[in-house]
């Protein structure tokens, strides 16, 4: 009965952190694709890092908030104090893990619960940056050269002749890539039969 108790109230934390940690993910996307339409290669690159600072500490919001909601429960059911509640919630949360303060046994599953919750809440957030930061790299580099940059001209550019430079002799315009004539084949050694 006492596992079962334990198991229940896992169950519910992990399932509203998890409902916490989508929303506020599918909030910061919705806000990522607004700024990403609008253009992020005009941010610059002052533009660029106070965005992410911005989707970090929206974040780092995010995390406390679970925090709390775990804070609430130890608070209610398992701990004398807000402080004590929250101190063990943020270290577990973080897997930090001091050991200074404990559950009592009937709740000392919740602990690693809240601590596996954690890294994987955690592991979300720093996927959505990445992907934020990826998509700003990839912005820039798209971005338009500075003016006053000369384009280099390409070797094939060079070496192939525009159609109106080719003489009316010239048959190799007819014909189609890839397919030698027989002169050159017999002087490749190509097609013959020794």
Request: a positive charge; aromatic letters at 10%.
């Amino acid at each position: 009965m006492l596992f079962l108790r334990q198991a229940c109230a896992a169950i519910v934390l992990v399932m509203l952190t998890l409902g916490m940690q989508s929303a506020g993910m599918a909030g910061l996307i919705e806000w990522a694709k607004s700024h990403f339409a609008r253009g992020a290669q005009a941010l610059g690159p002052w533009g660029s890092a106070v965005l992410v600072v911005r989707f970090t500490s929206l974040i780092i919001c995010l995390h406390v908030l679970e925090i709390l909601l775990w804070t609430a429960f130890y608070r209610w059911r398992c701990l004398s104090t807000w402080e004590s509640a929250f101190y063990f919630s943020a270290t577990s949360y973080s897997t930090v893990g001091y050991g200074d303060v404990v559950l009592q046994p009937v709740w000392r599953l919740l602990g690693p619960v809240e601590s596996v919750s954690g890294v994987l809440m955690c592991g979300l957030s720093a996927s959505f940056l990445f992907a934020v930061v990826a998509r700003l790299i990839e912005s820039s580099a798209n971005q338009p050269r500075a003016i006053g940059v000369r384009r280099r001209r390409t070797v094939s550019s060079l070496d192939s002749p525009e159609p109106e430079e080719r003489s009316a002799g010239d048959d190799s315009s007819r014909k189609p890539p890839g397919k030698a004539t027989s002169a050159s084949a017999a002087t490749c050694g190509v097609g013959s039969s020794k």
